[in-house]
């Protein structure tokens, strides 16, 4: 009686057996939290709808899933070699022009260490929510939900809305795209083995994004996927047949051939379709003589999109020009060589080598799912960028495929620890992303803007490039109603210091001082952004419009007509040529310039 009253005794929990208990409320919210929350994530501002939200979604849902007792985590060698590659990041960003704001991330995506570090803690809390059945139920309900709901918000943009593409609530097409790609994977694998009216419903609308999405990038991606699911199906849980899976993937291309926009890009009809592609062909060309100028470590992370500015072409003034600069190359391979350079790349390929052997050895039931995920990722990104949604919600989902079963949880205070830091991090960047962009939305529509516009800068003064956007919209806002501008000339020429080899900051500070009156001072932005691309048609712009302000007017008409001839399908040049002819009195030429800038503008 003794013995067996012992024997029940030394089964009593212990205060780590006890936190399973409360294990599945931390990994149920996880799971739906970036299922979800993530991709329909979205707040009512003009100016960014989508990144504070997903911020402190992404850091929430990250601090839950490593708060979790799960005895499921990454391997020790997963694990280095994460921490190798944030070793690496780190290294390159110390190493660049930028350290902080390299460190930090910038504007639009915030790629920086806290953005990175959390797609390497999806890979971790992926592990731990999708071991189990129930966590796996959970997240494919969840990502199924997101897909109906994103589904429908694009159809009605294509019905109702005068985009030339739909976004859905993920605030660019890519992105709509590539999530259609990840949720489809996702729910159509579940759909063999569970038909439930919710992932039915979830593949149609995964379909509809990838279909209203017209990226041809994330239709190959869908072959890509096509193709590994073929040779990995025998592996599956649920056998399908093989034109089963054939037979999906023709669907999801005849309907997005029934889309009108995506048809056009598709064939090549649409008047972007070509300009897209060539636009991509130099873009690569130039990330390619970047990446050759810092071969070993890259520019660093988020440098990209002012150090091209160096390698721009006449031919990419013509094609593309500077009114969308680009923030990545575009391609996965170039994003890492350019920012991180031949390191930054060995180091991923490192990660994926550990990861495909991990994957392989543990035999997991998410392994053909994560494959196929991660195929069409791949594909994707080659002519794509990663983002938070989908780069995320794909390292999620491949972690699901590498948790190994530890004898223990982690310990408690580690497991509060990194759970309070992610928290942390992530409400100190989410609120004052949060509150910068309330104000910056608030300054667009307030009579007196320069009150919340400079609370906007305030509320994130490490950042310049929110800085230069308030100075562009108050600069555009005194161009019509006199909106005072002397506040935002001091930040925003810090701005441009902290930004070298920014041409699109220093064309804003030409624009911002000359309305303000100081026309020599705009002169001097305008050329020191030449000096930096001369063949950047903004500036050429911006140094006519202040040599005519100085009554340098044969100056200004060379400046003008060299932008005309870099872009000769711009109708700026040719409205500032007007203008100018018309304080000349020349009257005939000023007719000839309008004539030409509403031709051009017709287009």
Not at 237 to 263: D, H, N, S
Not at 278 to 297: D, I, K, Q, Y
Request: hydrophobic letters at 50%; proline letters at 6%.
């Amino acid at each position: 009686m003794a013995r067996r009253t012992a024997s029940r005794t030394s089964r009593a929990p212990s205060k780590e057996s006890v936190a399973p208990r409360t294990e599945p409320v931390a990994l149920t919210a996880a799971a739906a939290g970036m299922g979800f929350v993530l991709p329909v994530a979205e707040v009512p501002f003009a100016t960014d709808p989508v990144m504070p939200a997903r911020v402190l979604v992404l850091g929430a849902v990250l601090a839950l899933g490593l708060l979790s007792a799960s005895r499921e985590r990454l391997s020790r060698r997963m694990t280095v070699a994460l921490a190798v590659g944030v070793a690496v990041f780190v290294a390159a960003a110390l190493l660049g022009r930028t350290p902080l704001l390299s460190l930090l991330g910038r504007y639009p995506r915030y790629e920086g260490l806290p953005m990175v570090a959390a797609y390497a803690a999806a890979l971790a809390v992926g592990a731990r929510v999708l071991a189990a059945a129930p966590g796996r139920r959970v997240f494919t309900s969840a990502v199924a939900l997101a897909a109906a709901v994103n589904g429908l918000v694009a159809a009605g943009q294509s019905l109702f809305a005068s985009h030339d593409r739909v976004t859905g609530l993920l605030s660019n097409s890519t992105t709509l795209g590539t999530f259609g790609l990840v949720a489809l994977g996702v729910v159509g694998w579940s759909l063999l083995a569970h038909p439930r009216p919710l992932l039915w419903a979830g593949a149609a609308g995964a379909a509809g994004c990838i279909a209203l999405s017209a990226s041809r990038g994330v239709l190959v991606g869908v072959g890509a996927s096509l193709v590994v699911a073929l040779l990995l199906r025998r592996r599956a849980l649920a056998r399908p047949k093989w034109y089963a899976l054939v037979g999906a993937a023709v669907v999801v291309a005849v309907g997005a051939f029934l889309v009108p926009a995506t048809a056009a890009r598709v064939i090549g009809a649409s008047p972007f379709a070509d300009s897209t592609v060539s636009g991509r062909v130099l873009l690569w060309g130039e990330s390619v003589r970047l990446w050759l100028s810092h071969p070993l470590a890259g520019v660093g992370p988020s440098r990209f999109v002012d150090a091209v500015n160096r390698f721009h072409t006449p031919e990419w003034a013509a094609a593309v020009g500077p009114y969308a600069p680009p923030d990545s190359p575009h391609d996965v391979v170039l994003q890492v060589l350019c920012a991180t350079g031949v390191l930054g790349l060995a180091a991923l390929v490192a990660i994926g080598v550990v990861a495909l052997r991990d994957a392989l050895a543990l035999r997991s039931p998410l392994f053909v799912v994560s494959a196929t995920v991660a195929a069409g990722l791949l594909a994707t990104y080659l002519t794509s960028f990663t983002d938070p949604v989908t780069t995320t919600l794909g390292a999620f989902v491949v972690g699901g495929c590498l948790g190994v079963r530890h004898e223990a949880p982690q310990p408690r205070p580690l497991r509060i620890g990194t759970s309070v830091a992610v928290g942390v991090v992530a409400l100190w960047l989410g609120v004052s992303l949060l509150v910068a962009e309330a104000q910056y939305s608030r300054a667009l529509t307030a009579t007196a803007p320069t009150e919340p516009a400079m609370s906007a800068v305030a509320a994130r003064p490490w950042d310049p490039d929110l800085t230069r956007r308030v100075a562009y919209t108050l600069s555009a806002l005194a161009q019509k109603s006199g909106t005072d501008l002397r506040p935002v000339l001091v930040p925003l020429r810090d701005a441009c210091a902290r930004l070298p080899e920014s041409t699109e900051c220093l064309v804003t500070l030409s624009a911002a001082t000359d309305v303000s009156g100081d026309h020599a001072a705009a002169l001097a932005a305008a050329e020191t952004a030449l000096a930096v691309d001369p063949t950047d048609v903004d500036a050429h712009l911006a140094r006519g419009i202040a040599l005519a302000e100085l009554s340098r007017q044969d100056e200004a008409e060379a400046a003008f007509l060299t932008a005309a001839r870099l872009r000769p399908s711009a109708p700026e040049p040719w409205t500032d040529l007007a203008r100018l002819y018309d304080t000349q009195g020349r009257t005939a030429d000023a007719s000839a310039a309008r004539a030409t800038a509403a031709r051009l503008t017709k287009r």
